[in-house]
């Protein structure tokens, strides 16, 4: 067996999209850094890319799967560098609104205790046109600003001794959930964040049924049930500021005019 087809995503764990199976959301996410290539994840000959966009990715941007998904509904097959960073001031929360790909996805939060692995994708102009476009950055009804989130706040070090000066991460313009104090909450998994909002709410219970698997069948494509489930969750006083709003741009649509790389705005797709 070549060294090609030993990094095929489907070898290496890596191939299946929360799009396509919402239950695995984030995704198998890689064990080091790596070029997400067509159907390969090859190795990096370097880990800064300077003439490219890094984007910290909190949830399934961090999935090579995901990602190949995201790129080829727009044609798009260049490379993508991923580059696994430990990240200071930042956590995974949870959405304060229910996505039509069946799942209640992850979003930053202000973490200034917390350290974890996460992974920076740098994308050029087209590969960021597409990643704003899913997560509905460029249009009023999204549900994410893309933000900078700028060092010292937010500290992102690389396995040769970079720091960069900061990471655009995409801010949840509806909040995240909260853990019963006011403090955002971690995304503990999609199976296990289901089953608790599932069990805890009848009323999320009565929109979505009572299992994981009926929450998903219901959710997907279903934009006005998606709409109620994330309503639920204000009238249920479940929802908190990330403490990232305040790196949103006063006109965030006018991010997507500026440096580093915005290509023209597209169509999002399902979100």
Known sequence: MD??????????GLAEA????????????????????GECFLPLDRLVHDDRTP??????????????????????????PMVKARVAGVDAGVSAHVSRMGYVSASPVSAPDTVRELFVIWLDDEQLTVIDASEGAPVPGGNFDRAWLPAPDVRIDLAD???????????????????GTGVPRTHPGEREILTELLVGLPRFR???????????????AD???CERGTRLFIEEKL?????????????????????????????PPLM
């Not at 006109?251 to 440096?259: I, L, P, T």
Request: net charge positive; hydrophobic share 35%; proline share 8%.
């Open 3 to 12: 060294d090609v087809t030993d990094r095929s995503l489907r070898a290496l």
């Open 239 to 267: 929802v908190t500021a990330s403490g990232l709003e305040r790196y949103v741009a006063g006109d965030a649509r006018a991010q997507h005019k500026g440096s580093p790389g915005t290509g023209p705005s597209l169509s």
């Open 161 to 179: 001794g970079t720091r960069l000066p900061g990471a655009y991460a995409y801010v949840n313009r509806h909040g995240v959930l909260h853990d």
């Open 55 to 80: 984007v910290l990715a909190i949830g399934s941007n961090a999935c090579p799967g995901q990602l190949r998904h995201k790129m080829r509904e727009f044609g798009i097959m260049s490379p993508i």
């Open 206 to 220: 009565e929109l979505f049924g009572v299992v994981p698997e009926e929450f998903c069948e219901r959710a997907r």
């Open 18 to 37: 929360p799009r396509e199976h919402p239950l695995l959301y984030p995704g198998a996410w890689p064990a080091d850094s790596g070029l997400l290539d």
């Open 223 to 225: 934009r006005r049930l």
